[in-house]
């Protein structure tokens, strides 16, 4: 069974930058499939931040990808994603998942990481 | 960005009822719309893919159609573990996107 397990810093302050790593077992980064961030406020709806696939290609969300970095690490079986200069509405539980073969249909979920930026 | 668009955003229902929640485009997807349960402190499950392709595990109560702009999903005869929120999401071209969600409560 795949599992994906999201780790991060939990509390945060404003303009600091944000590490999360998704740790995956069951399944190999190298096997293919996309892999990737999603994220959701407290008590709001689901934002796709971006995608990876194992060679490293990538791709974003544009209201993101200023500030944003995915990365894989195929030799640790995890992949990763920093966010520059936080804010307030930064703020939000982060979720990982692999996709099906369709690269945008996350089909397992980690249980997700919740983020608070808080001054 | 493509644009969706779910309604209602809340409904009560009984157990033992159907219901049926749409969702739509702001242009054209295809087929590619997936829906997903999400219950309070959990990560969302995919149920059905592809507008109407049932995942493996997915409760056989649960379907989809549609195509192009406008989709939907029907519950059949609502079970307690039903009440939850559900999304849909385009996965047609990027920055994939979701519909803000539909909350199904018991009455």
């Known amino acids: 069974q795949v599992q994906l397990q999201e780790s991060g810093p939990g509390l945060m302050k404003p303009s600091e930058t944000l590490s999360l790593t998704c740790a995956v077992s069951g399944d190999s980064i190298s096997n293919g499939y996309y892999w990737g961030w999603i994220r959701q406020p407290p008590g709001k709806g689901l934002e796709w931040i971006g995608s990876?696939?194992?060679?490293?290609?990538?791709f974003y969300n544009p209201s993101l990808e200023s500030r944003l970095t995915i990365s894989v690490d195929t030799s640790k079986n995890q992949f990763s994603l920093k966010l520059n200069s936080v804010s307030a509405s930064d703020t939000a539980r982060y979720f990982c998942?692999?996709?099906?073969?369709?690269?945008?249909?996350?089909?397992?979920w980690g249980q997700g990481s919740l983020v608070t930026v808080s001054s | 960005d493509i644009q969706m668009t779910q309604s209602p955003s809340s409904l009560s229902a009984s157990i033992g009822d159907t219901v049926t929640i749409t969702c739509r485009a702001s242009?054209?997807?295809?087929?590619?719309l997936n829906w997903y349960q999400q219950r309070p402190g959990k990560a969302p499950k995919l149920l059905i893919s592809?507008?109407?392709t049932s995942q493996t595990g997915a409760p056989s109560n649960f379907s989809g159609g549609g195509s192009g702009t406008d989709f939907t999903l029907t519950i059949s005869s609502l079970q307690s573990e039903d009440f939850a929120t559900y999304y849909c999401q385009q996965s047609y071209s990027t920055p994939y996107t979701f519909g803000q969600g539909t909350k199904v409560e018991i009455k």
């Open positions: 242009r054209s997807i295809s087929r590619y």
């Open positions: 990876i696939y194992y060679t490293g290609s990538t």
């Open positions: 998942a692999r996709s099906t073969a369709t690269t945008g249909t996350f089909v397992y």
């Open positions: 592809d507008a109407s």
